[in-house]
Nanobody
Framework: QVQLVQSGGGLVQAGGSLRLSCAAS????????LGWFRQIPGKEREFVAG????????SYAESVQGRFSISRDNAKNTAYLQMNSLKAEDTAVYFC?????????????????WGQGTQVTVSS
């Protein structure tokens, strides 16, 4: 069992940067793949980025490729999402998610553990 607690987020101007953190409790973090998702009201939760349990493989949604960076520190039981060159369309509630498997998924229904969500608002 893994519990995820998010921090970071907030209000930023377009072109700015934010970093989200996702701190995990439990002894199985290093065997848990992670994903970041985002959701706006009335829309489905969408994949943003994913990272394998070892951190050896990453992927991003096309909309954030080159601007966002996912990483993890297994020694600190923490994952991060660095968001640069933010745009108004990045405004959403962001969630980190965990999957008890080496490999992540792009589908939210495949994840077992979820953070509480954090609002990111980008003003234009």
């Amino acid at each position: 069992q893994v519990q995820l607690v998010q921090s970071g987020g907030g209000l930023v101007q377009a072109g700015g940067s934010l970093r989200l953190s996702c701190a995990a409790s439990g002894r199985t973090f290093s065997s848990t793949s992670l994903g970041w998702f985002r959701q706006i009201p009335g829309k489905e939760r969408e994949f943003v980025a994913g990272i394998t349990s070892t951190g050896g493989s990453l992927s991003y949604a096309e909309s954030v490729q080159g601007r966002f960076s996912i990483s993890r520190d297994n020694a600190k039981n923490t994952a991060y999402l660095q968001m640069n060159s933010l745009k108004a369309e990045d405004t959403a509630v962001y969630f980190c998610a965990g999957k008890p498997s080496k490999y992540y998924s792009r589908y939210p229904t495949d994840f077992d553990y979820w953070g509480q969500g954090t609002q990111v608002t980008v003003s234009s």
